[in-house]
């Protein structure tokens, strides 16, 4: 969070103006520096990454199937059949837990309309090869790009890639406006398409050519927004020294794999993901997680479980499994990760860990 008076400042002039939603002057503000931000054409606002990730699929006129990946938060696969398509669970490979591009192909149908892979733990997916096939079999791809806020490939901003890009912007993530999301596209015939999904399918005061709903982002959220992103640069960089030094304590452990940064990738260290193997380390990820929580330190089993496993979807439709997600879903443990978290307290957690 910025600091309180930097907040009280930026929501001041609300108190003038009135203009408290409905894409107001902070909402913009904040959409244009965003666009300059994420070095991408075209950012639509919405109150929160999920309702953002709807429209997208909307927008996109998408039907049939969908190739995704189980290994997510529920938010993706939830968003796709909440849209009445037809989720297609490919496995992820088991070396940065992305979408295994090699067995993509395989899942591809004449129902299928579009692939939605998944940015993991700030790494990325194989944009390069995910394009190539897309392109090969006319398919749209819509990333979710949730855990990337600020992640560049090279020189280029992560929202460029695919047709459209979702990043959340909850209380959690790197860049947060309490909650809010957005996306990000270069096609910009879908900006009047994605602002009337957002707002209850109006076209103006006097059409309504969509079904839609309400998923706009307000000016305290955006108010927010403008805050953080003056000082989410230095916030990533005190959250790469965390990520450093659990490295060093943490790598090289029997039993530990730990998360290393992607080759080529600017990161911006959103989570630190741990792999335990019990045979080996001699503990399970529940035990670790279970001996952390008793000194009251909250590990989060991130993601578990996977979404295919989920309920709500048993008898739907077939649902293909991923042995890859299926035993990493029950071996990674994300430890605590935040700006402000002590390297005295990340040594409490190794000790805890190692001991």
Request: proline share 3%; glycine share 6%; with cysteine.
């Amino acid at each position: 969070m910025p600091e309180f008076e930097e907040y009280v400042e930026e929501i001041k002039n609300l108190w003038e103006t009135r203009w408290l939603t409905n894409m107001g002057e902070k909402h913009n503000a904040l959409q244009d520096k965003l666009c300059e931000y994420l070095s991408v054409d075209n950012v639509s606002l919405f109150t929160n990454g999920h309702l953002a990730l709807e429209a997208a699929i909307t927008v996109m006129g998408l039907s049939g199937e969908v190739i995704t990946t189980p290994f997510t938060f529920a938010s993706t696969t939830q968003a796709i059949v909440r849209c009445g398509l037809t989720p297609v669970f490919c496995d992820i490979n088991p070396d940065d837990y992305t979408i295994d591009v090699n067995k993509i192909e395989e899942l591809i149908t004449d129902k299928t309309s579009a692939i939605i892979p998944v940015h993991v733990y700030g790494n990325v997916c194989d944009v390069h090869k995910i394009e190539e096939i897309a392109k090969k079999h006319n398919l749209k791809v819509i990333y979710d790009a949730a855990h990337t806020f600020g992640v560049r490939v090279g020189d280029q901003g992560i929202g460029l890639f695919g047709d459209a890009s979702m990043f959340s912007f909850h209380a959690t993530k790197v860049f947060n406006t309490i909650e809010g999301g957005c996306v990000t596209y270069s096609d910009s015939s879908l900006t009047k398409k994605l602002q009337i999904q957002k707002n209850f399918g109006m076209a103006d005061q006097e059409s309504y050519p969509e079904v839609a709903g309400n998923a706009k982002m307000n000016e305290f959220q955006a108010a927010m927004g403008l805050c953080n992103l003056r000082h989410v640069d230095g916030e990533i960089k005190k959250r790469k020294a965390v990520v450093e030094h659990y490295i060093d304590r943490l790598d090289g452990i029997d039993g530990i794999t730990v998360w290393k940064p992607q080759k080529g990738i600017n990161h911006n260290y959103a989570y630190f993901p741990v792999v335990f193997d019990e045979v080996k380390f001699g503990k399970s990820r529940d035990e670790v997680a279970q001996m952390l929580g008793a000194e009251g330190i909250f590990a989060r089993k991130y993601f578990y479980p996977i979404t295919n496993e989920f309920e709500c979807y048993k008898g739907r439709f077939e649902i293909q499994q991923t042995p890859i997600a299926k035993k990493v879903s029950m071996e990674v443990l994300t430890l605590p990760l935040y700006a402000d978290l002590a390297i005295s307290d990340v040594d409490r957690i190794c000790d805890i860990i190692l001991k």
